[in-house]
């Protein structure tokens, strides 16, 4: 796989951020002084104009791009490049009270006032023609400036709205999407239950907090309607960027494993992923081995998004936030290490939020680059200019991407419709936890694994965990069929198959739609435990796996016991299974138990594929990225104490020298290791 690199005139990573002159335009010192900074920091880049409306267009029609237009020109003379920004994510006073349509409605029929961000209507015409007009003239003054490499539309997209114009355009979408057939709605929403029946389109609500909330297929058709707009919004903001400048690639700032978006769906009309990271480090609930790892899965999420391509860490802190429940420092030493890993997992950037502390306002205390002191001989500052510099020690490693031969299945709407339904325990359900802990057990192995759709292309992989799959799309079950048929190992746990994509149960037995012929097990019960409630999964080798908050009572049809239950009446009943199927196997695990304990049965499916594992001290993370000459492996020491890594045999691009055999990493501490394959 050949390198891509990202932004040419770049070469390398890039580092960076968010950049507000606009707030300070009364003060050229500052301007200038920035600029001798960003340079002192190695940043090469800065993302402009997030929030830059009221200055672009202090009153309706009144534009003002010049001062813009300096900015990138003073950057790009000291070689800082710009990611320009579309400025709708915050909107200006003049345009809500003028254009009342622009805000947005809630769930309960009220429509907002003027103030935040995140606050307008995608639907309303007026909006977005105000919209289109901004774009339009940012790109005519700025887009064909030789500093500007790319195009960030909006800011964090987020929301919904409720009022009668989106109503009327949900309405719409769902007489298309059901081919204007409104009995085949009926049918998929089971709207016989409780007399729900709907005579037309045009009767149907969305779930308002104080309406209609006990459809499952409506709830879910909402949501992806949200989707569905949000992303035509964006593609409206990136259409009349590239009616100007077609060649401009885009990107929009994503958030973590945000619930109200369908990340997947968005990123088709995207040229780059990227997204905010903001874990809570330091937390009293877990370990900073926990926090990094759970980061990875994060990164992972983003990465394969766009797989094969590099993604971007379009924001970070390198201090602190302010709107944590507790707003901790990164400790020393922590902003070196969470940077390594960005890139590790397949960033080719690290960016912050932001670049200069504002004075005042909601983020006023903000992490930044630069503190309220406004020097350039401070821990962060000193922090983020060695990061800067090791960027640039690494440099052959951008363009290169992450390549494994496992995968975590994860779908926002197998999440939605886990989150909506009236099963299990209310408090319980846990699905992004469950996934995570048993991705960061692979991890612990040395073994990255990506984070894909249950209906996406599984010929890559050999190693598929499938945990929680209520929903199935509708080629989900072939598509595992052929997976395992091919010879991959499969492992799915309790809640799989239950519902197909309308949300409507499989009939004949669970999982559905083909999954229990290829597991040879059928599902009749599942049982919700109390903290107090004990039982646990006696395996073949001895072992016994705790079980804890739900298990499942099977009826064995074809498949090999390699578990069974030791408590309650399903005592002595199967617990895990295996089958075997064509070249590959099954794997189903009935029971919630801890990810830990499941190693054993990992380490069998991994070794079964003829996938390495490593052998890694506790709070080590091992990460590999590779085009198809050099490999590149990244070894992050979450510890305090230093570690002894053995099996390490390449040159530390970090230090500059040739590791044979050993890797001594102190506390906090990275290497990149580089080797020709």
């Known amino acids: 796989m050949a390198k891509k690199i990202l ?185 016989s239950f409780w007399s729900h029946h709907y005579n037309t389109f045009g009767e149907i609500e969305p779930p308002f907090s104080n309406g209609e909330t006990t459809i499952m297929g409506l709830n879910m058709e909402w949501k992806r309607f949200t ?97 944590h429940e507790v707003n901790k ?83 926002w709407e197998n999440r939605w419709a886990i989150w909506d339904v009236k099963a299990l325990s209310k408090k319980g359900k846990k699905y992004e936890e469950t996934c995570i802990g048993i991705w960061q057990e692979f991890l612990k192995l040395g073994v990255d694994m990506d984070v894909v759709g249950s209906d996406e292309d599984l010929s890559r992989y050999d190693v598929v965990i499938a945990p929680m799959l209520y929903l199935l799309q509708p080629n989900t079950g072939e598509n595992l069929r052929i997976f395992v048929e091919r010879g991959g190992q499969l492992l799915a746990t309790y809640f799989t198959g239950y519902v197909d994509a309308a949300q409507l149960c499989y009939l004949g037995g669970f999982p559905g739609d083909g999954l229990k012929e290829l597991f040879g097990i059928i599902s009749e019960e599942i049982d919700s435990l109390y903290p107090s409630d004990k039982n646990s999964i006696a395996m073949k080798d001895g072992s016994q796996w705790a079980v804890k908050e739900y298990a499942e009572i099977l009826r064995v049809q074809d498949a090999e016991v390699l578990g069974t239950y030791t408590e309650d009446f399903y005592q002595g009943s199967a617990a895990v299974t295996c089958k075997n199927h064509g070249k590959g196997s099954a794997y189903y695990v009935a029971a919630r138990t801890d990810a830990a304990a499941m190693r054993p049965l990992f380490e069998k499916m991994l070794a079964d594929a003829g996938i390495p594992v490593k052998k890694l001290p506790d709070g080590v993370e091992f990460h590999t990225r590779s085009d198809d000459k050099e490999c590149y492996e990244f070894y992050l020491n979450c510890n305090t104490e230093p570690v002894k890594i053995s099996g390490v045999n390449g040159r530390d691009m970090l230090t500059d020298t040739e590791i044979l055999g050993e890797l001594n990493l102190p506390g906090y501490g990275a290497a990149v290791i580089s080797s020709t394959k």
């Not at 990611?83 to 309960?108: H, N, V």
């Not at 907002?112 to 309303?124: D, K, L, P, Q």
Request: overall charge negative; charged content about 25%.
């Open 227 to 323: 989707s569905w707009n949000m992303t035509d919004f964006m593609q409206h903001e990136i259409d009349t960027l590239h009616s100007v400048t077609p060649d401009i690639p885009v990107t929009t700032n994503f958030m973590r494993l945000f619930g109200g978006l369908n990340y997947r769906k968005m990123a088709l009309g995207l040229d780059v992923i990227s997204w905010d990271n903001y874990p809570d480090y330091h937390s009293e609930r877990e370990t900073l081995a926990e926090t990094m790892s759970e980061t990875a899965f994060q990164h992972a999420v983003m990465r394969c998004l766009k797989r094969d391509t590099p993604f971007m860490m379009m924001e970070s802190t390198p201090s602190l936030v302010n709107w």
């Open 329 to 411: 420092l990164k400790r020393p030493g922590i902003h070196r290490l969470s940077s390594l890993q960005a890139v590790a997992c397949g960033s080719d950037s690290v960016q912050y939020f932001q670049w200069r502390k504002g004075r005042g306002s909601y983020e006023q205390f903000h992490g930044a680059v630069v503190d309220h002191l406004g020097t350039d001989d401070t821990r962060v500052f000193r922090e983020v200019a060695e990061v800067g510099a090791l960027l640039q020690k690494i440099v052959p490693a951008a363009g290169t991407t992450v390549h494994t031969r496992a995968a975590m299945l994860f779908d």
């Open 7 to 191: 932004f040419p005139q770049i070469g390398g990573f890039v580092h960076g951020g968010d950049y507000n002159p606009d707030q300070w335009l009364d003060r050229p010192d500052i301007l200038e002084e920035d600029i001798r900074m960003m340079k002192k920091a190695g940043v090469n880049c800065v993302t402009l104009g997030v929030f830059s409306w009221s200055a672009y267009e202090p009153e309706e029609g009144d534009f003002h791009f010049e001062w813009m237009e300096q900015i990138i020109e003073n950057l790009y003379q000291n070689g800082i490049y710009t990611i320009l920004s579309t400025p709708s994510g915050a909107r200006p006073a003049w345009l809500d009270f003028k254009y009342l349509e622009a805000m947005r409605i809630d769930s309960r029929g009220t429509r907002n006032h003027h103030g935040g961000r995140h606050n307008h209507c995608m639907t309303s015409t007026k909006f977005r023609d105000k919209v289109a007009m901004i774009d339009r003239k940012l790109a005519e003054h700025l887009g064909s400036h030789p500093g500007v490499v790319m195009y960030h539309i909006s800011n964090e997209l987020s929301g919904e709205c409720f009022c009668p114009r989106c109503v009327q355009k949900f309405q719409m979408y769902l007489a298309e999407r059901y081919e204007y057939d409104i009995d085949r709605l009926n049918a998929e929403w089971w709207t």
